[in-house]
């Protein structure tokens, strides 16, 4: 096991990136089997004939959904550049949305350990996953930051043996693994310009069910009450790619210092995007969703749940934008620290 005195240094690291060879296809699928993962029951992500309607050439994609993606893509970086760590905990997660994605969708997905900052004794670490189409338009980008925890943190010894002889192998995304750039060579950077937003995606009004009149400052969203199982964290690890047996192992969950299984942050974060595009009617509405989780969703034999609630915190009639204040709490705690959304609408 690994101290953080003996770690490497990871800030030197900032900047490294590359580019995953091979391309994500968007399967028709794949995105019912998330949206049923993530409870997100709006038709556009179930019907072609819904998802049209609202002027998409295919099934929508949960706004969480780049997250399958980008995990398969961020392997490389937390396997030989972010070393020295027993384990990460997710903190925060920002999706900028800036053209919905759709089944058929050809994406290719960058990785940029974009910064390191040391709190508290602490590492937080940020990635930023930015996602092409095939004409080279920026479609999504994703922040994800987490925190590399060590022995020195309290993590159970013996915690690396026991998840080594539960996690599944062999499992991949895409057809070939970044293997290429190992941690000592030279930090490669993003080429400038880079990044080249969607057009389409700016210029397209969403097919809301409200209209932008129609809101006020101070306007509460419906309340939203889901329940989580354990077979609902084993279908959503099973789906996303994200295994970490804290989500279903008791046992690990406990060598890890929590008090039971927890659910995935993305999980509620899912939950929270389909509360949101259920209020606007359109998934596509989302343009930016940023949460601070500060705290966890226990998932205990009898289950769990979350409760989300929502207000307008301020309108821009230029852009035709609201930021919504979102809260979601389990068990009478706050599970999100700080989230909010900007929809835009019609």
Do not use: C
């Not at 019912?32 to 709006?42: L, P």
């Not at 809301?208 to 084993?234: H, Y």
């Not at 035709?320 to 979601?328: E, L, N, S, W, Y």
């Amino acid at each position: 096991m690994t101290s953080v005195a003996e770690a490497p240094d990871i800030a030197s690291k900032v900047g490294h990136y590359y580019r995953v060879d091979d391309v994500y296809e968007v399967g028709r699928e794949k995105v019912r089997e998330y949206a049923r993962a993530v409870q997100d029951f709006h038709p556009a992500h179930w019907e072609d004939e819904a998802a049209a309607a609202l002027g998409y050439q295919g099934l929508v994609a949960p706004l969480t959904f780049v997250s399958i993606p980008a995990m398969a893509a961020n392997r490389h970086l937390f396997e030989s550049v972010v070393v020295g760590y027993d384990m990460f905990v997710q903190t925060e997660q920002v999706f900028e949305q800036h053209k919905p994605i759709v089944a058929g969708d050809r994406l290719t997905v960058d990785v940029e350990l974009s910064s390191v900052r040391r709190i508290a004794g602490k590492d937080l670490i940020t990635v930023t996953n930015t996602f092409a189409d095939e004409s080279g338009e920026t479609v999504h980008i994703m922040h994800t930051t987490v925190v590399g925890i060590t022995g020195d943190d309290g993590v159970d010894p013996e915690i690396t043996r026991a998840v080594e002889n539960v996690m599944v192998h062999g499992v991949k995304v895409f057809s070939q693994d970044k293997d290429a750039a190992a941690s000592d060579v030279e930090t490669p950077r993003r080429p400038e310009g880079d990044i080249h937003l969607s057009a389409a995606g700016a210029a397209r009004v969403p097919s809301t069910t409200l209209a932008f009149e129609d809101l006020s400052v101070g306007d509460e969203l419906p309340l939203r009450d889901a329940r989580l199982s354990r077979g609902d964290l084993v279908n959503y690890a099973g789906v996303s790619g994200d295994s970490n047996p804290i989500h279903w192992d008791e046992r690990i969950a406990q060598l890890a210092g929590l008090p039971d299984i927890i659910a995935h942050g993305m999980v509620t974060m899912g939950l929270g995007a389909g509360f949101l595009s259920a209020w606007s009617g359109d998934p596509g509405a989302v343009t930016r969703y940023g949460v601070r989780l500060s705290n966890y969703t226990i998932v205990g034999r009898e289950g769990g749940q979350v409760e989300y609630s929502g207000r307008v915190k301020s309108l821009d009639p230029v852009t035709r934008t609201a930021v919504i204040a979102v809260v979601a709490k389990s068990a009478g705690r706050k599970i999100f620290g700080l989230a909010t959304a900007d929809l835009r609408f019609r």
